[in-house]
């Protein structure tokens, strides 16, 4: 249903200076979405895999006989491993590109999912610490990538809504992770038949997982024959010696706009974070047996937030306004944490669905927002070292959240927990008020188009003031 805006043939000029010592055919592959989808696929397990421990969380506490910390631990293991792996992945995508990445992230995945299939006894909690680890490693490589196969695989004007459909999966994924477990394990007394329940739900995860990675061998391609726009064609033609890894990462944290956005995604996802990880203890508190109600929240959150998620893409698509839309998104996240704070021990579940609906909306529907923002402040800098650095805050805030809220829930109660991240969302919206909406990657374009005009060629298309954005998240 895309329009193809950039005609096939056209030419590529490096710059308002002239043309390019060599042109580049601009043309789109049918390939995209195939590609597109498949990654939002794997993603989508890795994120399952994820929250599969934490939605059913009272349940394998009992299975393994461990604390509910410990399993929340399963949880933050994937936020602890990003952070040191960053850097080498970010730099190993940039070197060897988006096939090698695919298919380590795809693999890890599928391996960790068989290794989980080991700890089907109450002593072998520490074989699934192992499996959750590895899922871990495997979403080290599938972070970074939504933005680089939107830059690289879709033009201009739809390079937002196809970045929307790459963390789709993710998000799918962890609603999925709410709704299937607890109805695949049931809070059941006798171990052997919860055992039994518990290898259901690790077999179909593993068989999933390995059904996608042999489509990734098969299906997943480097780049397109043909660059998709403009401003990937002179990215392209750019000489590999131009680029520094370390000199990129410098002129980022030189960056104050993207700082300042640094912290304030990471407030707001760390977030939302810590509200799925201890979701299944804040309900169950409030509603005891509820296990099942409390998945369907927690999907209700994550549809929500899919849903804005995309209208948002759509949206920045056709008006590039980031600053304004982050801005409101992020207002509306606080008002949505500050209204599920007050109406969750209400004792009516519906109203509990409906204002986790509302700050679903906002708050996962902004994960997506700070990464497209992100693209355009840092234009020309590598997307997958950008996003990055977003997604090591996001890990960084959402370990202290987690273990913060967690202890504040145990000492004075879901209220004063759910407060406590009420306080560093008013943080992140006076500190989003302050970023500068320096859009250079919307300029470039604009310059581009404008070179091309005088040339006597076709602009890129309507409303050619579109740029490429990058975009990801969990």
Excluded at 49 to 70: D, E
Excluded at 340 to 350: A, C, E, N, P, R
Excluded at 426 to 444: N, P, S, V
């Amino acid at each position: 249903g895309m329009v193809q805006q950039e005609p096939a043939g056209t030419p590529v000029l490096a710059a308002a200076g002239g043309p390019a010592a060599a042109t580049a055919e601009v043309q789109l592959s049918r390939r995209r979405w195939v590609v597109v989808l498949l990654f939002s696929s794997y993603s989508l397990c890795n994120a399952f895999q994820w929250i599969q421990y934490g939605s059913i969380n009272n349940i394998f506490v009992r299975f393994y006989g461990v604390s509910a910390f410990a399993i929340d631990w399963l949880s933050m293991s994937y936020m602890l491993t990003y952070i040191p792996l960053l850097f080498p992945v970010a730099w190993l995508l940039d070197k060897r590109g988006l096939r090698l990445i695919a298919l380590v992230g795809s693999a890890l995945n599928a391996l960790g999912a068989w290794v989980k299939l080991g700890s089907l006894k109450p002593h072998l909690f520490a074989v699934t610490v192992l499996g959750q680890v590895i899922c871990s490693l495997a979403q080290v490589f599938i972070l970074g990538m939504p933005s680089r196969i939107a830059s690289v695989w879709f033009g201009s004007h739809e390079v937002s809504t196809a970045c929307s459909v790459a963390v789709f999966g993710n998000q799918l994924g962890i609603a999925v992770g709410f709704l299937v477990p607890p109805v695949l394990v049931p809070n059941v007394e006798d171990v052997e038949k919860l055992a039994y329940h518990i290898s259901i739900m690790f077999f179909m995860t593993a068989g999933v997982a390995t059904a996608l990675f042999i489509l990734v061998i098969i299906v997943f391609k480097e780049k397109p024959p043909h660059p998709p726009s403009r401003a990937q064609a002179l990215i392209q033609s750019r000489p590999s010696e131009e680029y520094s890894y370390v000199q990129s990462i410098l002129r980022l944290l030189r960056n104050a706009n993207f700082l300042l956005l640094i912290v304030t995604y990471g407030l707001n996802t760390g977030c939302f974070y810590a509200l799925s990880t201890l979701l299944n203890r804040m309900v169950i508190h409030h509603y005891p047996g509820e296990e099942v109600n409390a998945g369907r929240i927690g999907l209700t959150i994550i549809l929500s937030g899919m849903a804005g998620a995309l209208i948002s893409g759509i949206w920045l698509d056709r008006t590039k306004t980031y600053k304004q839309t982050t801005l409101v998104v992020y207002i509306m996240s606080l008002v949505g944490m500050i209204t599920y704070t007050f109406t969750l021990s209400l004792g009516h579940l519906w109203v509990v669905f409906v204002t986790a609906g509302m700050l679903g909306f906002f708050m996962t529907g902004y994960l997506p927002l700070g990464f497209e923002f992100a693209a355009e402040l840092t234009y020309p800098e590598s997307e997958g070292t950008s996003s990055g650095l977003l997604n090591v805050s996001a890990q960084i805030f959402g370990i202290a959240f987690t273990i913060s809220q967690g202890q504040i829930m145990d000492h004075f109660g879901t209220k004063a927990g759910n407060l406590f991240l009420c306080s560093f969302l008013f943080l992140g919206t006076i500190m989003t008020a302050f970023i500068k909406a320096d859009l250079r990657r919307h300029q470039a374009n604009l310059d581009n188009d404008q070179t091309v005009i005088q040339s006597g060629e076709k602009p890129e298309g309507p409303g050619s003031s579109s740029s490429p954005t990058g975009c990801s998240g969990r």
